[in-house]
């Protein structure tokens, strides 16, 4: 290869670099962060508000896999909010919706043969707390009647705590 060659090579290669670096990378460019105070409504409303909750997600669909930052580790998602308060209905249009299912919404729903198999594989999960430090025991007094045959469970496993603090 004679030198013109390469140079111009060269300055073809580093020009092609410069103007698509995402793409040469094989990075593509981040979407924006939605804003806090729009994950802090979400959440916020999924406690009590299915309509705030159905208007925000038709804004924002993917709001559905957002978690608002309480801070010192405290997450929570907005179906983790209908979990801890026992709002079956906020949580099954989650699910419905795409929102990831967790084990403590699933235990307030009373999903029994979705729950107990996970913690017969995986006893030490029976200890994890959702937002603000609610236990499994907790979301089972929560589902109420659907849920009592978990409560039972977990009342058998020894649990008596429905809040830890966290730490």
Not at 35 to 41: F, G, N, T
Not at 51 to 58: H, P, Q
């Amino acid at each position: 290869m004679k030198r013109s060659q390469f140079i111009k090579g060269l300055g073809l290669g580093t020009s092609a670099f410069l103007v698509a670096p995402n793409t040469i990378l094989g990075q593509e460019d981040k979407p924006a962060q939605y804003q806090k105070d729009i994950v802090s409504q979400f959440v916020g409303a999924g406690h009590s508000n299915l309509d705030k909750v159905k208007e925000l997600l038709a804004e924002f669909p993917n709001l559905i896999y957002s978690s608002h930052d309480w801070g010192n580790g405290d997450f929570e998602s907005a179906i983790e909010a209908g979990g801890h308060v026992g709002h079956k209905d906020m949580v099954n249009f989650l699910i419905d919706s795409g929102a990831r299912p967790t084990l403590h919404a699933l235990t307030m729903l009373g999903k029994t043969d979705l729950v107990k198999p996970i913690l017969e594989a995986y006893p030490q999960v029976i200890h994890s707390l959702g937002p603000h430090g609610f236990t499994f025991l907790h979301h089972a007094q929560r589902g109420k009647e659907d849920a009592l045959e978990l409560l039972a469970y977990f009342e058998s496993k020894g649990l008596t705590e429905t809040k830890v603090a966290i730490k």
